[in-house]
């Protein structure tokens, strides 16, 4: 099944701010990101329920618009947001 991946900020300048990924029917969230961020060379992660921690800060992933825990299901065709922390000024 494809999820709809949407990236933010150095995400975006990687792998494009919007992309899919396939995944097997009965993933989770943590799996999905997991598994992006190996396909498109962005590091191994282990996402916990807890959050995903990148160095420097937080990354903050949502599914279809909204925080969720990273053992939650995802369906065919939901879109995960890649948010990593953003700096400015």
Do not use: H, W
Request: no cysteine.
């Amino acid at each position: 099944m494809k999820v709809k991946l949407r990236a933010i900020g150095f995400i975006a300048a990687k792998i494009g701010s919007k992309s899919s990924i396939d995944v097997s029917k009965g993933s989770t969230l943590g799996q999905v990101v997991s598994l992006a961020f190996k396909k498109y060379g962005l590091g191994e992660v282990n996402p916990t329920s807890s959050g995903l921690k990148i160095n420097p800060g937080y990354m903050r992933i949502l599914l279809n618009g909204k925080e969720q825990g990273f053992e939650v299901k995802v369906k065919d065709g939901d879109e995960v947001t890649l948010l990593p922390p953003l700096v400015g000024g």
